[in-house]
């Protein structure tokens, strides 16, 4: 992939993975929009990134999206990179469905951030993609789309079918100017599920820099440390993986 000279999009990119893909976007020469819900994160962003465009959403409601997507193309028609970085991971009992079927409002929350969105944001944007030159479409899934954490299962299944979906997207463009790239994270040093949940994880500049370094030297899914070795995994380590994983 060109890393220059884009007009990217990174959704939920001003904070963690999507903020470290933000600046390297940025200080690699092109012009670059964030999106999120909270606006003072996103003005935080452009604080140290002030040529940094930035645009509030909340992509876990298809109306907004539309919305959305109409106002960042008027704003902004030469978007060719879109980065479906924007991601929630909410930790579950399945047990206790077994007494009570209450909290689906919740379920929904995460699979329509983590799985409509990304689908539906390339539905709507890839009629603009496919009229320029070195479209791209990133889509950030996990580790845990190959070996699920049973403690956060919906968040698994949502990773493992944006994961699925990127390989029928990027099959069925391949005629075309427009590729189709997946970047696989570990377990990485963000706020994701909240304050504190992932500081075991690796550094966030650094798996960022790996990661976009390759997609730069022409990879298409990339991983960094133990998701380096995950999305290779055959169907015994897998298992073996799944023990480990789960305990
Ligand atoms: N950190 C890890 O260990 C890890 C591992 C594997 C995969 N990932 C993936 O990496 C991606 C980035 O996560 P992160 O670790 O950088 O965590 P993070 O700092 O919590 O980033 C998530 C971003 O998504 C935005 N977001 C959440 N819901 C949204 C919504 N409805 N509409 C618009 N934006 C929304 C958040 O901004 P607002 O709250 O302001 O909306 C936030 O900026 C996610 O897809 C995550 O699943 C992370």
Redesign the pocket.
Known sequence: MNMKNNTVLV????????LEIAKYFYENGNEVII????LE?LEDAQKVMPNLHILT????NANARKAFSAKLLSNFPNLNVLIN?????RFRNLRENLLTENGWADYQDEIQ??LEAPIHLSNLLLPALHKKKNAAIIN?????AFVPYTAVPVYSAT?AAIHSFTLSLRHQLKDTDIAVLEII????N???GGKGL?TY?VDVTEFTTSVLNRLANGEEEVGYGGSEEIRLFGKTQLSEGFKKMNG
């Open positions: 959704t939920g990119g001003g904070t963690g993975i999507g999106c999120g819900r909270r994160v959403c909340d992509l876990s970085n924007a991601g929630i991971q951030t983590n950030v899934t996990s580790a845990l990773k994270p570990p377990a990485v963000t706020d994701l992932h994880g």
